[in-house]
């Protein structure tokens, strides 16, 4: 199939493509890597008046570290080697896709696709991340906890453009892992979990699972089983909910054993 007729603008300005974004309102989708965008749009799951490429807006491709965080902008690919400067990102990222789609997904718009079964959503929840959000208005920053509202549903207004994305630096003595199963290299998952410790804090994140990345609050010493009874799986044609709910119990448990052997 091919996409429904619409019109194409290449703004070379950040206001520019704000501008034109306000104006396509609900009709406007944003191009930036394109790799879950453009097949939506051939199947026609998608059928947007207006597609706004940001490819050439000058500064939002640029990655950096400062004050204790990682600022990643709207057109870096996935593939970027400067994400390896955080460890998180840098576990999380051979998980994405494929090479091909890598090389041309950008890290926010996985963030604003918003896929309950994608990585990197999960990954900026993890960290206490944010996304910078622009408009003709202005900007503001949206915490990573406030910004999934659902499947493929974000908190952006419908003029919004994500710029870049915040990720914090993990601190020396931070134990991170990340961890999912899935049928197949480079599938979606059937169920992902990661950990953080820092002291004696745990944050444990699951997705795939859950509409959203949710952060669970889990024990401490039976942190899979405690973990498994906080998620309710819908289950699918390839795994049955008791078998997603079990999914959970080893991922979590894996992932918190891994977190805490990289802290000590």
Not at 69 to 91: C, E, M, N, S
């Amino acid at each position: 199939m091919k996409p429904a007729q619409f019109e194409y603008v290449r703004p070379e300005s950040l206001d520019d493509a704000l501008t034109a974004l306000a104006e396509g309102g609900d009709e406007a989708k944003v191009l930036a890597g394109g790799q879950s965008l453009v097949p939506a749009l051939n199947m026609r799951l998608l059928r947007p008046a207006l597609l706004v490429d940001v490819n050439r807006v000058t500064g939002l491709d640029g990655v950096a570290d400062e004050a204790g965080v990682l600022r990643v902008g709207a057109t870096v690919r996935q593939a970027d080697g400067r994400l390896q400067a955080h460890r998180a990102l840098a576990a999380v990222l051979p998980h994405v896709g494929h090479t091909v789609t890598r090389n041309r997904g950008t890290v926010c718009g996985s963030i604003a696709h918003a896929d309950g079964a994608a990585e990197l959503p999960l990954a900026l929840v993890a960290t206490g991340g944010s996304a910078v959000a622009a408009s003709t208005r202005g900007r503001r920053e949206i915490p990573a906890g406030e910004l999934f509202l659902g499947p493929y549903t974000t908190a952006l207004a419908r003029d919004e453009l994500i710029v870049e994305t915040v990720w914090p630096m993990l601190e020396e003595g931070d134990g991170f892992a990340f961890d999912e199963l899935t049928q197949r290299g480079g599938d979606y998952a059937l169920c992902m979990a990661a950990a953080l410790a820092r002291g004696d804090e745990l944050t444990v994140v699951v997705g795939s699972v859950t509409p959203v990345p949710t952060r669970l609050d889990v024990d401490p010493q039976r942190p899979g089983e405690s973990a498994a009874a906080h998620v309710e799986p819908w289950g699918s044609i390839h795994a049955s909910p008791a078998y997603l709910r079990q999914l959970v119990r080893v991922l979590v448990d894996r992932v918190v054993a891994q977190a805490r052997e990289r802290a000590a």
